[in-house]
């Protein structure tokens, strides 16, 4: 438990001197002979003792109360007592003293790790762990993990990136720097002199007080100097004798004051890629072959994106300058193209009818057949099977109706009205305005029908008229 380097060759010095008293003294002599030890605290005498048991005693009892005040600390107690053994005849010493004095001031000593910034002490932690764990965490004040991460594994892995390699992510680090040394170094410390991680941290964010001098402008009074530096009135006073509190300070006169400065400053250089959206333009075609009203997207529009790396310095976190590395579009844009339409349908007839189909002929025209009227006429054999509107109109029906099939009525609000009939398919709907020619359906033999072929009917002002009269092929 005690450091024994000097007891041994003591030992050997006494039974040199036991030998030398064997030839002359007494058995009786002898005894009188006290064993005693000398007892140093960090190489300092404190006192002597006859039974280094008692030393023990007391040491013991404070590790004890030590290791179970702190139980997270491991206790070094050794270091600091150093018993040397000496035989004396005649032992006076006040073993009580000594004792007092060893209550007094041995305090247990727990293994810590003194972080030095630069050549100042900083703190002490208790393993080398947290020391570590201190220098990561100054670090990790100014980035986060995985940019921490990714560039160790970059350092140890030696991947020298180049400049402008970012693609999807935001930014990297190129290199960190500290303007200090940050070093730790074993040793022992009062467990109260032991802080967590966290603690040094924050000490480390709080930063230092140191003096500085400050040279006064015209405007300045003394509070105005205390305050600019965050102090109170008495300590800048205090600082710099000979001031006092009503003293005017003129323009150009240094000042003593106080400032907080950090431990050290953390150097961080970081690539950084900026993507700008560049907006796309829109155009508009108008077009006269589509209905007022009806618009299309013609061209999807697309942003484009200016793709910017920057290489940024930064001292504690702070930008302290920024520069273009490269710059290139990574998405070109592209408008967007709308067709509206523009052309106008008349709201009723022109009053002339169009032929209704694409080409074809009459098979069979309006009159008595098969003992009962066929009131419209029949177009067979056209080159194509378009079925056309006759005129502008509003479809009034549009649907299955009978031995007609699928028909349509075009309602041409000017007292006209116009059927089509045994369509194949319909390609309009009731309500739907229509433009004179535009396609409504298409030729078929639905309904009462012998063959491909349109019936067309029309109607002036309710009462059946002959097809004849305002068409011709
Ligand atoms: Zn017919």
Do not use: C
Request: charged share 30%.
């Amino acid at each position: 438990m005690f450091s024994s380097k000097i007891k041994g060759s003591f030992l050997l010095v006494i039974s040199v001197i036991l030998l030398l008293a064997g030839n002359r003294a007494t058995a009786a002599e002898i005894v009188n002979i006290t064993s005693i030890q000398h007892v140093y605290m960090d190489e300092e005498f404190i006192g002597s003792v006859t039974d280094e048991k008692e030393i023990e005693k007391v040491v013991s009892e404070k590790v004890s109360k030590a290791e179970s005040d702190y139980p997270e600390y491991t206790f070094d107690e050794e270091a600091q007592i150093t018993l040397v053994q000496e035989n004396v005849f005649n032992a006076e010493i006040d073993e009580k003293k000594t004792m007092e004095e060893l209550e007094d001031q041995f305090t247990v000593r727990a293994t810590a790790y003194e972080i030095n910034i630069g050549n100042q002490v900083v703190s002490y932690v208790p393993s080398k762990k947290d020391a570590k764990e201190v220098l990561r965490k100054i670090t990790l004040l100014y980035m986060d993990e995985e940019e921490l991460a990714e560039y160790e594994s970059n350092q140890e892995a030696g991947v020298l990136e180049q400049p402008g390699s970012l693609k999807e992510k935001e930014s990297k680090i190129l290199s960190i720097e500290y303007t200090m040394p940050i070093t730790w170094k074993k040793t022992t410390v009062k467990p109260d002199k032991l802080m967590t991680v966290n603690e040094v941290i924050s000490l480390i964010k709080k930063g230092k007080k140191e003096e500085v001098t400050y040279e006064a402008t015209e405007e300045d009074d003394l509070e105005m100097v205390a305050d600019r530096y965050d102090m109170k009135l008495e300590q800048l006073i205090k600082l710099n004798p000979g001031l006092e509190e009503d003293y005017r300070i003129g323009e150009g006169q240094k000042v003593q004051v106080t400032e907080t400065v950090p431990y050290v400053d953390v150097l961080v250089e970081r690539e950084v890629l900026k993507q700008t959206k560049i907006p796309f333009e829109r155009e508009v075609i108008k077009d006269k072959n589509l209905l007022k009203g009806e618009s299309f997207l013609e061209q999807e529009g697309r942003e484009g994106v200016q793709a910017s790396t920057y290489k940024v310095a930064e001292t504690n976190g702070k930008k302290t300058s920024e520069t273009i590395v490269k710059k290139e579009m990574t998405q070109h844009k592209q408008k967007e193209i709308i067709r509206k339409g523009t052309k106008v349908i008349p709201s009723e007839g022109s009053g002339t009818f169009a032929w209704p189909a694409d080409g074809g002929y009459i098979s069979s025209k309006q009159g008595q057949r098969w003992g009962k009227l066929h009131k419209g006429i029949d177009i067979a054999r056209p080159t194509s099977r378009t079925i056309k509107a006759a005129d502008h109109g509003i479809v009034e029906f549009a649907g299955s109706s009978g031995g007609y099939g699928n028909k349509v009525t075009i309602n041409h609000k000017n007292g006209y009205k116009t059927n089509y009939a045994h369509l194949e398919s319909i390609g309009i709907e009731a309500g739907q305005k229509i433009e004179k020619g535009m396609k409504i359906g298409s030729m078929g033999s639905t309904g009462n029908s012998t063959g491909i072929h349109l019936h067309f009917e029309v109607y002036k002002n309710g009462v059946l008229a002959n097809p004849l009269d305002y068409i011709s092929q």
